[in-house]
């Protein structure tokens, strides 16, 4: 038995306030009759409707994934580009991408059916670190890797401190391998935080999401996270 706010924000329809507010107003139906109380709790066999629509229940199920580069974050692509979730056809639950990687970014994607999950794992106010790999175009010297540490200023706003350290630098091609921590999930960040100091990434790699690591995985294979992995992030997201 669950609780009919935590079934209905993990059913992806609403955070699990809204989902609070939706009930006290009487917008949610459990086995045809109108449920305002808090804390209902409800089985897997009874009927949840919100707002006339019946809710469809999936087990909650949360897995990785080593995206490769040159595929889409998404669940669908009007070009027929490659998806993510083409990845997990032999899944049966409608999975998908906690935030994103762009197109030409690889590394370890968290994907879920659970939208109260996801939702926490995105909240900008939460603090998930990611650690990201960069190879760019230059040398980056300290002085570069300060500023990362006291924050870029990008047009969107400036970027919160971030953990920095160059992994090695190949001064006869210019490039540099550079380790970059952030927590926020600003679009294209890592890419516009080089340019930003004039470095242009040539590749980019996600290496950690948290404590997560994409260990025994290959480009393009998955695994689920085990139960205690799903409650230490959650532990994360609330703190
Ligand atoms: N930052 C980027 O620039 N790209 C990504 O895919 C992720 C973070």
Redesign the pocket.
Known sequence: MERLQKVIAQAGIASRRKAEELIVQGKVKVNDELVQTLGTKVSANDKVEVEGVPLEREEPVYFMLYKPRGVITAVADDKGRKVVTDFFVEVPQRIYPIG???YQ?SGLLLLTNDGAFANAMMHPKHTVDKT?VAKVEGLVKKGDLNEFKKGVELEDGKTAPAKAKVISRDTAKKTSIVELTIHEGKN?????MFEALGFK?LK?K?ERYAFLTLQGLNAGEYRELTPHEVKQLRQLAVT
């Open positions: 994103r990687l762009d970014t990201y294209r960040q890592v890419r516009r990434v980019l996600r």
